[in-house]
């Protein structure tokens, strides 16, 4: 799954823009300006409960085209206090994408005067620097960060086992002597069997009783400790939104090209690879990463963004737009905090918005410290 999306020669997401219409996929910032804005209202309420600290972190994991990043920063930039506070740190292993956030952020390269320092840019947004990392682990310590996590653990790679005669065995792909991919069971327990016994001792005993396929994936588990252990120490947290379960996933591995389901196996690198988020996991994963963080959600995506003002803000942008913009804020809200199809719709069947209000859900890690973020009170 790692080497389908990030191999550096053939990666799926490495050397083409995936997203939005005319790629393979439409996530919530290309939706809709407003996802943006309202993830930028839960920065800076954070930003406001940490005590409005003169420096901040904020960091984005996997940001796309920078779509987000770029609405959460027009909506702040009347926040100078907020905005000046900022240092920005694209999480990004793509170049081709990393040129793309360049662009959307319409941000201009400072000239570097010291040797070995990472490409430094300004966002002319909102005056903010930008910097650009592979890694989390190469965003700069000591400061109190706030991350935003989009659709982004539901990328890193899964472990699927398949309950057998022998115990849980891991399903592993092997190739067969036409040199084409099938799926095999390992013979004896993998690295990965450490993780599934760690997600079992979490898991409800009637929970796992019934399943013969259980997903694990050690990547979220691994970085959730990251997240968790650097949120304690510096100060901060972690907004998590994604489609997933609240509990065990058994099988949830999907590939898509073109916006349609394809096999797994056909073609690796010419189709996105996701799998369920298992956020009972990452809540799991965090408490014991820290003592000093707490773990609030998830709740629904309809929950957060409505109790963080939404209706609000499309009753206001639906004030001054023409006919066709007021069609497409009502699409694109719906998109966002809907359930199903969108009853209002009137257009071709076959372009009926449907919701991801309540398939997608969110999940935000603190430090102590700094009490209940909003708007999981």
Request: with cysteine; proline share 6%.
């Amino acid at each position: 799954m790692e080497e389908v999306l990030t191999n550096p020669k053939a990666g799926f997401y490495i050397n083409r823009d995936v997203f939005g219409a005319e790629g393979d996929f439409i996530t919530s910032p290309e939706v809709s300006q407003m996802f943006g804005e309202m993830v930028g209202v839960w920065a800076m309420c954070l930003w406001e409960q940490m005590g409005q600290p003169k420096r901040v972190n904020l960091v984005e994991l996997g940001p796309g085209r920078g779509t987000l990043m770029a609405d959460l920063l027009r909506g702040a930039s009347k926040f100078k206090n907020f905005t000046e506070s900022l240092h920005i740190h694209m999480v990004e292993c793509s170049p081709a994408l990393q040129e793309l956030q360049h662009q959307s952020l319409k941000c201009m390269d400072e000239e570097n005067t010291s040797e070995g320092v990472d490409k430094r840019s300004l966002s002319t947004l909102a005056g903010t620097p930008v910097s650009w990392h592979a890694t989390l682990e190469q965003v700069p310590f000591g400061l109190p960060t706030i991350i935003i996590a989009h659709e982004f653990y539901d990328a890193l790679p899964v472990h699927q086992f398949q309950r057998g005669s022998r115990g849980w065995c891991e399903k592993m792909i092997d190739v067969t002597e036409d040199s084409s991919f099938h799926f095999v069971l390992s013979p004896q327990p993998t690295p990965a069997t450490l993780y599934l016994m760690k997600r079992c001792k979490w898991a409800v005993p009637k929970e796992v009783e019934k399943l013969n396929q259980i997903e694990v994936c050690p990547k979220a588990m691994d970085l959730t400790s990251t997240l968790a252990k650097r949120i304690g120490v510096d100060g901060g947290g972690a907004l998590i939104i994604d489609y997933g379960l609240n509990g065990v996933v058994s099988d949830s591995l999907q590939a898509i090209r073109k916006h349609k389901f394809v096999n797994i196996l056909d073609n690796p690198g010419s189709a996105d690879l996701s799998a369920y988020v298992d956020f009972a996991s990452i809540k799991h994963s965090a408490q014991e990463a820290s003592d000093d963080v707490s773990v609030h959600g998830p709740i629904t995506q309809s929950q957060f963004l409505g109790s963080l003002g939404i209706n609000f803000r499309v009753e206001a942008l639906l004030q001054n737009c023409t006919d066709e913009q007021a069609e497409a804020l009502r699409t694109g809200y719906w998109r966002l905090v809907g359930d199903g199809e969108a009853p209002f719709w009137e257009g071709p069947e076959e372009q009926v918005p449907i919701g991801m209000g309540t398939r997608y859900m969110a999940m935000a890690i603190v430090n102590k410290k700094q009490g209940i973020p909003i708007p999981f009170q």
